[in-house]
């Protein structure tokens, strides 16, 4: 786990969801072409998706700052993606949106790999 990218000012939205048990095929392409955009999105820094075993699903997503996560929030096709998950997708979530306020971390960096 790389954390020297966590800095504080940061944003990081924490979205938990369950979804529906239909749609999960179009649920899968529909996540990666939306992952694949906010990748492009300058000032993303990390996204991170856990499920736990009760279904509940977490998302971290971590912008550089409050611009460009609000730019990844008003961002066209992300905004129309969030309108399928309301209706097609999500049985239930919430949206915490956090600002980094200190960053600590623990261990060692991991090896370089080998050029």
Not at 6 to 15: H, K, L, R, S
Not at 30 to 52: C, H, N, Q, S
Not at 95 to 107: D, E, K, N, Y
Request: glycine share 6%; charged share 25%.
């Amino acid at each position: 786990m790389a954390t020297d990218h966590f800095q504080p000012g940061q944003v990081v939205t924490v979205f938990r969801s369950r979804l529906r048990p239909d749609n999960q095929a179009a649920y899968a392409e529909e996540a990666a072409r939306i992952y694949a955009l906010a990748a492009a999105m300058p000032g993303l820094v990390d996204v991170k998706g856990f499920t736990a075993d009760d279904g509940e699903r977490v998302t971290l997503v971590t912008f550089a700052d409050e611009a460009t996560h609000d730019a990844w929030r008003r961002q066209s096709d992300h905004v129309v993606a969030q309108g399928r998950g309301r209706n097609e997708f999500y049985s239930e979530y919430s949206l915490q949106v956090c600002s980094t306020v200190r960053v600590r971390t623990f261990g060692e960096p991991p090896e370089e790999s080998a050029k």
